[in-house]
Nanobody, 125 residues
Framework: VQLQASGGGLVQPGDSLRLSCAAS????????MGWFRQAPGKEREFVAA????????LYADSVKGRFTISRDNAKNTVYLQMNSLKPEDTAVYYCAARGGLIASQLSGIKTPDYWGQGTQVTVSS
């Protein structure tokens, strides 16, 4: 599975941004998808995940209520809508995929099978 993330950029605090991750080379609808981020000098951290059925989601506490993960299985794409962005959201954002997870195992995305390349998000005034 190949994952291509896009949509990053430079925004001001309080702004919104939507990231996209297009998948190819696999059966997208069978994968749980996730977003991670890595800020300079920090370890990569989990941001959000969505089950293959799209009905179950999981968020890091730091983004809960501000970010929304969604997917379009017809377009083989997962999205991350980011609202009320803060400077501490600045990071390289990565999408990831893992197969074989049932809804109650969503945290299993934290050890994904596939990674996409990152897209830079910078929040600064």
């Amino acid at each position: 599975v190949q994952l291509q993330a896009s949509g990053g950029g430079l925004v001001q605090p309080g702004d919104s941004l939507r990231l996209s991750c297009a998948a190819s080379g696999g059966t997208f609808r069978t994968y749980t998808m996730g977003w991670f981020r890595q800020a300079p000098g920090k370890e990569r951290e989990f941001v959000a995940a969505i089950h293959r059925s799209a009905g179950i989601t999981l968020y890091a506490d730091s983004v809960k209520g501000r970010f929304t993960i969604s997917r379009d299985n017809a377009k083989n794409t997962v999205y991350l809508q980011m609202n009320s962005l803060k400077p501490e959201d600045t990071a390289v954002y990565y999408c990831a995929a893992r197969g074989g997870l049932i809804a109650s195992q969503l945290s299993g995305i934290k050890t994904p099978d596939y990674w996409g390349q990152g897209t830079q998000v910078t929040v600064s005034s």
